[in-house]
């Protein structure tokens, strides 16, 4: 089974720092894109961040200059370091990677993880 898992989240005072990591495993051809999207209690999915396989890297509005994706291919990992976090940050964190992977034949298709909460204190 493709999985993906992610870890780092936490409890952060405001203007404190978080990296998450996230790991996808199972039986996989390839990674494409991953990301990193966020949902408060309340609010619609955002997306926080995207990397590409040639690492073009793609934010959103509100974390431009402050988090940072990055990716490690022979890990089958994606990072965010989160820098400079201030409290409209706390959201769970979901992990996103398009994936080439077998089950019973070739298939593609987005995958998600099972989000880890990241929670700012003011």
């Known amino acids: 089974q493709v999985q993906l898992v992610e870890s780092g989240g936490g409890l952060a005072q405001a203007g404190g720092s978080l990296r998450l990591s996230c790991t996808t495993s199972?039986?996989?051809?390839?990674?494409?894109?991953m990301g990193w999207a966020r949902q408060a209690p309340g609010k619609q999915r955002e997306l926080v961040a995207s990397?590409?396989?040639?690492?073009?890297?793609r934010y959103g509005d509100s974390v431009k200059g402050r988090f940072t994706i990055s990716r490690d291919n022979a890990k089958n990992t994606v990072y965010l370091q989160m820098d400079s976090l201030k409290p409209e940050d706390t959201a769970v964190y979901y992990c996103?990677?398009?994936?080439?992977?077998?089950?019973?034949?070739?298939?593609?298709?987005?995958?998600w993880g099972q989000g880890t909460q990241v929670t700012v204190s003011s």
């Open positions: 990397i590409t396989n040639d690492g073009s890297t």
């Open positions: 199972g039986s996989i051809y390839s990674i494409g894109t």
């Open positions: 996103n990677a398009d994936l080439a992977y077998h089950s019973g034949w070739y298939r593609t298709g987005d995958f």
